[in-house]
């Protein structure tokens, strides 16, 4: 069994044959529904020009995803410091805390959104890439304008988004809960928390370390299914694999056609090797060992496949599944 609390991080995939505002449809459904089945928290991510991945505001479904819930906490996961300017980020988030009290969490992370340089320069109105520096700051002065600028009452709850020892250090430094990326940088998850729980300095915002750690997640009935299900999401990163993504997120038959090379299946089956895909059993498997392993306060599962109702049966199983205790594994 799974004894913390699971939450959800939606990636708003553009499914071929479908529109952008079809995506935008099936959000909303798709927060009432972990609503209802508890999950603890919903977070939005950041993209910009990918044909797979809508360029919806985090900031935007949070609102429109509060408006029709009741429990769940939402917010960002994340908003990227350096293609907002502070005082704005602030602003935004400190009206929805106090719109929506103790619901709202701010995850702030430092990558541009997009593999297009010419996109992250137009978001960052003609600027480079941040400095280590500047992104320090910008993650400082967000805080520091929630507290002395917005005072509109509840604060939304600040999180740093991490892939990387780097990322670790700076919410150590800043005394903030830190959200690693298991699903991006598996390899860097146990050196980064390790890292951040030793360096750890309490702030007004976090006591002692507190760690989420985001978990790509694939439940189906049957093994089969599952890497069904998982096809789609292998396609897009060969494409990352190769530095873009070209096309909408492809279907399940689709996916099943793609021309695979045995470079790009090798590294596919070393990312999931670190992932949680499978039947029910096997995921909360694969889910409280990584849990075990990190050391987790609470885990986030992102499910990239296609079609809402396959999406959302994932979440269900794993929710009905997380409170059963484990059987031992055959032998």
């Known amino acids: 069994m799974i004894d913390l609390p699971l939450s959800a991080l939606e990636v708003a995939m553009v499914q071929a044959g479908m529109r952008a505002v079809d995506t935008l449809r099936d959000t909303a459904h798709f927060a009432r529904r972990l609503d209802t089945l508890g999950y603890r928290r919903l977070w939005y991510a950041e993209h910009h020009h990918s044909p797979a991945i809508g360029a919806f505001p985090p900031v935007v479904l949070t609102a429109h995803a509060a408006a029709s819930t009741s429990a769940i906490r939402l917010g960002s996961g994340g908003v990227l410091a350096p293609n907002h300017a502070p005082i704005m980020l602030a602003e935004q988030f400190g009206t929805l805390a106090a719109l929506h009290p103790d619901r709202i969490d701010l995850g702030i992370g430092r990558g541009p959104g997009t593999f297009d340089e010419s996109t992250a320069r137009a978001l960052r109105r003609g600027a480079g890439p941040t400095t280590d520096d500047e992104y320090r700051d910008d993650v400082a002065s967000t805080l520091r304008f929630l507290v002395d600028e917005v005072a509109l009452g509840p604060l939304p709850e600040p999180w740093l988004l991490s892939s990387s020892t780097a990322g670790a250090a700076l919410a150590a430094e800043l005394g903030l809960p830190i959200a690693f990326a298991h699903h991006i940088r598996p390899d860097n998850t146990l050196a980064a928390l390790d890292?951040?729980?030793?360096?750890?300095?309490?702030?007004?915002?976090?006591?002692?370390?507190?760690?989420?750690?985001?978990?790509?997640?694939?439940?189906?009935?049957?093994?089969?299914?599952?890497?069904?299900?998982?096809?789609?999401?292998?396609?897009?990163?060969?494409?990352?694999?190769?530095?873009?993504?070209?096309?909408?997120?492809?279907?399940?038959?689709?996916?099943?056609?793609?021309?695979?090379?045995?470079?790009?299946?090798?590294?596919?089956?070393?990312?999931?090797?670190?992932?949680?895909?499978?039947?029910?059993?096997?995921?909360?498997?694969?889910?409280?060992?990584?849990?075990?392993?990190?050391?987790?306060?609470?885990?986030?599962?992102?499910?990239?496949?296609?079609?809402?109702?396959?999406?959302?049966?994932?979440?269900?199983?794993?929710?009905?599944?997380?409170?059963?205790?484990?059987?031992?594994?055959?032998?």
Do not use: I, N
Request: proline share 8%.
């Open 195 to 331: 890292h951040y729980r030793a360096r750890f300095s309490p702030s007004q915002w976090c006591e002692r370390p507190r760690v989420l750690v985001c978990v790509e997640t694939v439940c189906a009935e049957t093994q089969e299914e599952a890497v069904r299900l998982a096809g789609p999401m292998d396609v897009v990163k060969a494409g990352l694999l190769k530095g873009h993504s070209e096309a909408p997120f492809p279907s399940p038959t689709e996916a099943s056609a793609h021309p695979f090379t045995a470079e790009e299946r090798q590294a596919l089956a070393a990312f999931r090797a670190h992932q949680a895909h499978g039947t029910p059993e096997t995921v909360v498997r694969r889910l409280t060992e990584v849990a075990d392993a990190t050391g987790a306060d609470e885990l986030m599962l992102v499910t990239p496949v296609y079609a809402l109702a396959a999406r959302l049966r994932s979440y269900e199983l794993v929710k009905q599944h997380a409170a059963t205790p484990l059987k031992a594994p055959k032998h």
